[in-house]
């Protein structure tokens, strides 16, 4: 099995598959579920495995049904426009960083080419990160658009570990199309049914696995918050994620993130300058920029808001001296 996911995974890079390397958390908790740890999830070698057979199903199912040239859900992914790419690879720059590339050549290689040159970068995992949020959202369609991330010609959710909607709507096609083996008139039948009903089907579930990953998402940030309620006043080194006109915000190494209020910020007044996503000091030119590592106290955190805040530390000998407790 071993032997054939990487023959598969292989496969998928050469033809352009996308690999973020995108972390996420793990919130461990008591028999109360409150929450007592957090840390990144590992995914291990047989996760990944199964993963490329997976792909590899949802594919066969998907072209298999394509080329019958029946009523189907797709999972499609569209190609990212191209001012978005430019608008990001501006920023790269801005950094100090060139990256080359055809950005009239819109292909998954393009972006899989900018991912590998960006690897080696010290704010690679943020980087990754904008880089996805600068692609289009994946949908379910009746019509087939291939999928850009996984550089998929033809794709479905055939296969998911949690029975979605979409999921069990393509097993009963599979069904229907296939194995009740419907005749001439059946058929046609099921045809005019799903090209009528499909098309509202594809956009009721697009919205709502948007409500759940909202979801997530909220109980997410909120259980952060609710295990840093005890840890106020604790000093952790963090990444800057993101910068907005009220602040930065600052993710710790297992994926908490604060926010640093620019009002927070002493011995000078900070202007946003969007174009370089920093703030930077009227006076002293002081800047921060994502990317930015930063030593943050936690000075505040509310479960009911979902919100934890930060305040930037000095690196004086005395901080210096204290241990902080591990976020892991």
């Given amino acids: 099995?071993?032997?054939?996911?990487?023959?598969?995974?292989?496969?998928?890079?050469?033809?352009?598959?996308?690999?973020?390397?995108?972390?996420?958390?793990?919130?461990?908790?008591d028999e109360n579920c409150k929450p007592t740890e957090i840390v990144l999830r590992e995914r291990g070698a047989g996760e990944k495995l199964i993963e490329d057979f997976m792909i590899a199903a949802n594919e066969?199912?998907?072209s298999h049904i394509y080329f019958m040239n029946l009523p189907f859900i797709y999972r499609v992914h569209e190609v990212p426009k191209e001012e978005k790419l430019r608008s990001y690879l501006n920023f790269v720059s801005s950094l100090g960083?060139?990256?080359?590339?055809?950005?009239?050549?819109?292909?998954?290689?393009?972006?899989?080419?900018?991912?590998?040159?960006?690897?080696?970068?010290?704010?690679?995992?943020?980087?990754s990160s904008l880089l996805l949020r600068s692609m289009q959202k994946a949908v379910y369609k009746p019509e087939n658009l291939g999928h850009y991330g996984l550089a998929?010609?033809?794709?479905?959710?055939?296969?998911?570990?949690?029975?979605?909607?979409?999921?069990?709507?393509?097993h009963n096609l599979l069904r229907k199309y296939i194995f009740n083996?419907?005749?001439?008139?059946?058929?046609n039948r099921l045809i005019e049914y799903w090209d009528e009903n499909l098309p509202a089907l594809c956009d009721h579930a697009s919205e709502k696995e948007r409500d759940s990953i909202d979801c997530e998402r909220d109980v997410e940030s909120m259980k952060m918050a609710e295990y840093m309620e005890s840890h106020i006043g604790e000093i952790y080194e963090g990444v800057i994620s993101s910068v907005t006109s009220f602040g930065f915000f600052v993710e710790l190494p297992n994926l908490i993130?604060?926010?640093v209020h620019v009002n927070s910020l002493k011995g000078d007044y900070f202007n946003y300058v969007p174009e370089?996503?920093?703030?930077?000091?009227?006076?002293?030119?002081?800047?921060?920029?994502?990317?930015?590592?930063?030593?943050?106290?936690c000075v505040g955190a509310s479960k009911e808001?979902?919100?934890?805040?930060?305040?930037?530390?000095?690196?004086?000998?005395?901080?210096?001296?204290?241990?902080?407790?591990s976020s892991k």
């Fill in 181 to 187: 083996e419907p005749n001439d008139k059946e058929l």
């Fill in 257 to 259: 993130e604060g926010l």
């Fill in 60 to 62: 066969c199912v998907a």
């Fill in 276 to 297: 370089l996503l920093s703030l930077i000091g009227n006076t002293t030119k002081k800047t921060y920029r994502i990317g930015d590592k930063v030593k943050v106290k």
């Fill in 97 to 127: 960083y060139q990256v080359t590339g055809d950005l009239s050549d819109t292909s998954p290689k393009t972006v899989q080419k900018i991912i590998k040159s960006l690897q080696d970068k010290k704010e690679f995992k943020i980087l």
């Fill in 305 to 325: 808001r979902a919100m934890i805040d930060f305040e930037v530390v000095k690196e004086d000998k005395d901080t210096l001296k204290k241990k902080p407790k």
């Fill in 1 to 29: 099995m071993e032997e054939l996911a990487k023959i598969l995974r292989k496969m998928k890079e050469k033809r352009g598959y996308i690999d973020f390397e995108v972390d996420e958390a793990k919130i461990l908790v």
């Fill in 152 to 170: 998929s010609k033809c794709y479905t959710h055939f296969t998911s570990p949690i029975r979605r909607f979409p999921d069990t709507t393509v």
